[in-house]
């Protein structure tokens, strides 16, 4: 592998190597510095932040993409970036990129998603991080805009020196040329998902359920990703590992102190 | 069912329903209200905040627990969650316990924590929620002082109205007797697990790997987690699911004006 002296960019997904995302985002950047590609051999979408530690990790070299150093791995995206650092790069790179994931991340779904996880496990090592994605299931989505928007974004980040510890999660609309209206710093809309199990009985008279549900926006905040998509923009949340309650924590100081020992 | 006006309590876990774990959980509150299980029917760890989407999902009664109301599930910490709301109980309940997870999850551990994920699910559905972690892998751990910490926390809870959406993440250290100081409220520290990959070679003369890590804590301030289970305390955090970045995004909203459209 060459550096050269040029920035080193680690790009992972969770929708797997051969996904048209993770194709349209090493398009997008491959310009902007030495790009590494370790990605899962197979999707592994709704796998949030785990880790393979039952089984045997598999790491292969893959010739998915022409002139990209890439591999694939039988883990998952958290799996990824932790032997890319350690098995591959031998060193941090100097940014990860994760996605283009086929679907949203926005609002709550950030904790259920493998494309974020990724990019939180670099953000914790101390990289500079982003994930992306798109509002778009479909397999052939077009990823015109998510490119640019991608681009757009990564440049930045390796102009700037960024805080080692910056994780972003960026979402693109599904829109089409001037229908797109900008990129838009945003903050976590507070939504949910209405759980509707689709129950069903098997050959030999078995229940089972198979998930469903319909996604619910409960926040009218102004400056959320949620509204920010449904305007037209791509939104960016900067992103925390640290989920301490900060009010929480001064307020059981206090209510508990009867139970407590400071 | 019976609620009779006792408050409910969920009770899962990630280690699954014949875990020493969760049945020491069940004795130590199960006179303080109507107690329910649902947990996986295997174990789940290091599974993060995973929901099955790409396979159906099976709920058998249990007879695990005498006396108990008790369900297993297929399917991961979260589904449990979601299927006891919404087929089992057609309510919230009123407050959801999860654990007593064997080994810890405190500092950065929470994000790859089955435990925590399932009582995250629960408290973005608005029920007061709680994950507990004992820091002892082994299978015969005593659970004495566990116990008595998950009683302490849980019958607080159900005294005074909690906010809907709390979510404490408490973590018992391994110590006995007078050793146990009592509970703290604390802060999630900054840490992190430093990857040693076992590379080995199969008997096809292929690569694999098996993931060990070594846990490093990076946080010297006197509040966080880790330094009060060091000092003999439980320690409590209190935990957002809003993972906003608050201060990022105000510096982004001034610095990358020149790409963004506000």
């Known amino acids: 592998m060459k550096h050269e002296g040029r920035p080193v960019i680690l790009i992972t997904n969770d929708d797997g190597i051969t996904a048209p995302g993770i194709r ?137 020196a960024m805080p080692a510890h910056t994780l972003l999660n960026v979402n693109i609309p599904k829109v089409y040329g001037e229908e797109f209206r900008g990129i838009r710093i945003c903050r976590q809309a507070y939504a949910k998902w209405q759980e509707e199990f689709d129950h069903r009985v098997d050959p030999r008279g078995k229940d089972y359920y198979w998930m469903t549900g319909k996604f619910m926006n409960m926040d009218e905040r102004e400056d959320t990703d949620v509204q920010a998509l449904q305007n037209g923009f791509a939104s960016v949340v900067p992103v925390k590992f640290d989920f301490t309650d900060e009010r929480m924590k001064q307020n059981l100081q206090q209510q508990w102190a009867h139970i407590t020992n400071h």
């Open 24 to 160: 349209n985002l090493v398009d997008a950047v491959k310009d902007l510095g030495e790009v590494i590609v370790v990605a899962p051999d197979s999707p592994q979408s709704g796998m949030g932040h785990a880790i393979t530690i039952g089984e045997p990790l598999r790491l292969h070299k893959s010739n998915v993409f022409d002139g990209i150093d890439s591999w694939e791995c039988s883990g998952t995206p958290v799996d990824c970036v932790k032997l890319a650092r350690d098995k591959i790069l031998h060193r941090k790179p100097d940014l990860c990129l994760s996605g283009i994931n086929h679907g949203a991340n926005h609002s709550i779904n950030i904790i259920y998603s493998g494309t974020m996880s990724a990019a939180m496990e670099a953000a914790i090592e101390g990289i500079p991080s982003v994930g992306f994605s798109l509002l778009d299931f479909s397999y052939d989505a077009d990823f015109s805009i998510a490119g640019h928007v991608a681009r757009t974004i990564a440049a930045q980040m390796l102009q700037t």
